[in-house]
């Protein structure tokens, strides 16, 4: 972690905390491929600080804190609470609480499946949001449309099929074939309400509270088809079918929504091939001759 940074930090700490606060030591956590991540060990608490290049993703720990604001007003699930999302020269940065993981309860995924249902609730009159944010690092596009299959194809597929072509990532014959899926998205994607999404709900991205419960972290929201934020617990493992027998039981999903899991994960796994290429392309691609 860059030392510079230990002064403004520890102002910043006296103002949340009104004690004079010293920062004894820090250490590298998991946070992801993208973020430097710290366990600061101060003389009023322990926290949690992310860093990043300021000129290579502007705006990023920002709009994850608006993210993050979103989530907590709807009062369903905990949430992290953020100090301060700045910057201090070429360094970005979020401070935030430190959330140690606690010992599940005994019905924690079945409670966490009813609880993403009550996230899903949440509805707007169109799909997207008033304001673009990040996937991983790439932007997330999320201008609004009140048809979900023409957001899904403008503002999620598309954006990513552009990145890609633009980096040689994909062929022609690539774009040829989700030509193809798009014409029958509408025959697979049921009509439903635009749903405030998590966005990026892959087993990395929740923790469990003091209370054993799910606390959700790292979003990319916006409000989009219920089923995306479902398919992306399958993407890395699946989650323990209790969590979906919990969400049926609050907010049923219709019965086929299983066999439109890959199509809805066509979004992530483009980010995926954007941020690493290899065999996310060859995954999306079986995915394609399938469907398409």
Not at 87 to 100: C, G, K, Q, R
Not at 193 to 214: C, E, I, V, Y
Not at 256 to 273: G, T
Request: hydrophobic letters at 40%; a negative charge; one cysteine or more.
């Amino acid at each position: 972690m860059p030392s510079k940074i230990y002064p403004l930090l520890e102002i910043i700490l006296h103002q949340h905390t009104g004690a004079e606060t010293k920062i004894y030591e820090h250490h590298s956590v998991s946070g992801g491929s993208i973020n430097s991540c710290y366990k600061l060990i101060t003389s009023t608490g322990t926290f949690f600080l992310k860093t990043n290049q300021a000129n290579r993703f502007p705006e990023m720990f920002k709009l994850e804190e608006k993210g993050l604001s979103l989530l907590r007003e709807t009062k369903v699930f905990s949430v992290p609470n953020v100090i301060i999302a700045g910057e201090d020269s070429d360094i970005t940065f979020l401070l935030m609480e430190f959330v140690a993981n606690g010992k599940r309860e005994v019905n924690f995924w079945h409670h966490f499946g009813e609880s993403l249902a009550r996230l899903h609730q949440h509805t707007n009159e169109s799909f997207g949001l008033d304001h673009n944010n990040y996937i991983g690092s790439l932007e997330q596009i999320n201008n609004t449309n009140g048809d979900w299959v023409s957001f899904f194809i403008e503002e999620r597929i598309e954006s990513q099929l552009r990145l890609a072509r633009d980096n040689n990532k994909i062929d022609r014959s690539f774009s040829k074939m989700f030509d193809r899926l798009f014409h029958k998205l509408e025959d697979l994607f049921p009509v439903d309400k635009p749903a405030l999404l998590h966005g990026d709900l892959w087993s990395g991205n929740f923790m469990t509270d003091s209370g054993g419960k799910a606390i959700i972290i790292d979003p990319a929201v916006y409000y989009g088809h219920r089923e995306m934020d479902i398919a992306m617990t399958k993407l890395f493992g699946g989650f323990d079918p209790e969590f979906y027998h919990g969400y049926n039981s609050t907010l049923p999903l219709e019965s086929s929504w299983e066999d439109r899991v890959d199509v809805a994960n066509l979004y992530p796994l483009m980010v995926h091939v954007n941020l690493f290429g290899g065999a996310y392309v060859q995954q999306v691609e079986h995915i394609l001759q399938r469907f398409a």
